[in-house]
């Protein structure tokens, strides 16, 4: 059985490794926290969805070991970037984080192509 020791001992956001060749490597997506997500969750249901796919990214793009490489107001830095990789990241960080219908097909297709 698990105890509330176990339960928070537990490293249950581990990174997922994608390459990103447009950038010459590979970033780590992680899986959001529960605070993380509601905060999220409520930048989406509001009428302004500027940055959206930046603000995601900063919280999922992640070092080896998951800690974060992006503070929450580095979104416009990430915005400089191509909006091509950076659309293909966020489906990729939806897709590690169970938002959206088809995430699970999603994240299937993210572990077969990811780097190793």
């Known amino acids: 059985m698990l105890d509330k020791n176990k339960i928070l001992a537990v490293n249950d956001t581990k990174p997922v490794k994608v390459s990103v060749p447009e950038w010459g490597g590979h970033v780590y997506l992680r899986v959001m926290r529960g605070d993380e997500r509601m905060v999220f969750e409520s930048l989406v249901n509001t009428d302004d969805m500027s940055f959206i796919r930046e603000k995601l990214l900063c919280t999922c ?3 080896e070991e998951g800690g974060r490489i992006f503070a929450d107001d580095d979104f416009k830095l990430l915005a400089a970037k191509s909006s091509r990789v950076i659309n293909r990241l966020f489906e990729q960080a939806m897709a590690v984080n169970g938002i959206g219908e ?3 097909e999603q994240e299937k297709k993210i572990s077969r192509r ?3």
């Open 102 to 104: 088809d995430s699970v």
């Open 114 to 116: 990811t780097c190793r």
């Open 61 to 63: 793009i992640c070092d």
